[in-house]
């Protein structure tokens, strides 16, 4: 059995990963920081990670094997409005923790982006130098080179991933679910390519990761890559929706404020070859967020907060 210590239990990664996994073979030990947990089956807490000695204190008292750091500024546009907030949760705040993690001997999987990258030519591997065009994706840079300087032996993985989140709307995915269901229009951008990865895939992933001596950067992204329209397309004919309800744009015309990188597709032998076996494949994983919807999880995970 691992314990693992979540960080970032109350959001989109930290909490599914929790649910996914704890009390089958493994422990988890959940921390959220301005979101009780009331109704969570696992263990948890509340920390301001950002506060002096709180991340040596939590390694102190619940003596985890891995530290699974998933809480993060993960807002895109948040960051954009508060520069020096980012700077602290997503640069400083991951270079105390592997300095941490690495006075304790802990196993260090801390959580990065594909957004660090521009997104200018694609399938990127770990080698290729990363050239973050937002306040979000710099800052989450500087958190895995603060990582890697204080921790070489932690792992850093390049995730980007759907599923179902307390909050209701913390993935595109659920987004294009809930426009959907209530006939909604919704744009989809043409030109904004990823590789989204099933949260249950990526949490297994994690697990399976975390038990292995890796270290460094990996990507662990979906095994196809495809546009957000598209993506928003193959959930549409998933779920029944009307699919010409997602109007086919381009991100220039979107009005966003930060910047989107267009090709954010990512290599992913690297962790194919260290894990032995493919990634699971999309429409897998997409049968995996339908299941899941049938059976009410997205309620079910709304009342935990
Ligand atoms: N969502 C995506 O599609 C995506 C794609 C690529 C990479 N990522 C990365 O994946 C990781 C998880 O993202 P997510 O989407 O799960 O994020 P999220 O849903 O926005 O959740 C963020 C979590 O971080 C916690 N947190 C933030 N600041 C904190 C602080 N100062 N102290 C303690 N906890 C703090 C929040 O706690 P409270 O809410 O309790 O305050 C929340 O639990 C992040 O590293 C993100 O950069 C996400």
């Known amino acids: 059995m691992t314990h693992f210590l979540v960080t970032g239990v109350s959001g989109l990664l930290g909490l ?20 009780p947990m009331l109704w969570a089956t696992f263990k948890n807490v509340q920390a301001e990670l950002t506060q002096p000695a709180v991340v ?27 520069p020096e907030l980012a700077q602290q949760v997503n640069a400083e705040l991951p270079g105390i923790i592997g300095a941490a993690c690495n006075k304790h001997g802990i ?20 080698d290729d130098i990363p050239n973050p065009l937002s306040v979000y994706a710099s800052t989450k840079l500087a958190g895995e080179n603060a990582v890697v ?42 030109d904004v390519e990823f590789c989204p990865m099933n949260i249950l895939d990526l949490s297994g992933l994690l697990v399976e990761t975390a038990e292995l001596d890796l270290h460094g950067i990996h990507h662990m992204v979906g095994a196809e890559a495809m546009s957000k329209y598209e993506f928003g397309r193959r959930i549409a004919e998933k779920f029944g929706f009307d699919a010409s309800l997602i109007k086919p744009v381009s991100v220039k015309d979107s009005g966003l404020k930060a910047a989107r990188s267009p090709r954010l597709t990512l290599s992913t032998n690297k962790i194919k070859a260290a894990l032995g076996h493919d990634l699971p494949g999309f429409a897998d994983g997409l049968q995996k967020f339908y299941d899941q919807y049938r059976r009410g999880y997205h309620l079910y995970i709304k009342s935990l907060t």
């Open 16 to 35: 599914n990963f929790a649910l996914a996994v704890d009390g089958k073979k493994h422990q988890v030990t959940g921390v959220a920081n301005t979101t």
């Open 56 to 82: 040596e204190e939590l390694i102190e008292t619940h003596k985890p094997d891995v530290f699974l750091h998933c809480a993060a500024m993960a807002n895109v546009d948040a960051c954009e409005a508060n």
């Open 149 to 190: 300087s204080a921790y070489p032996e932690a792992l850093v993985a390049r995730v980007n991933f759907y599923g179902w989140s307390a909050a209701g709307n913390r993935s595109l995915a659920e987004n294009f679910v809930n426009n959907l269901a209530a006939g909604k229009e919704m744009m989809g951008f043409t």
């Open 107 to 126: 196993r260090l999987v801390h959580i990065s982006t594909d957004a660090v990258f521009n997104g200018s030519t694609g399938n990127y591997t770990e």
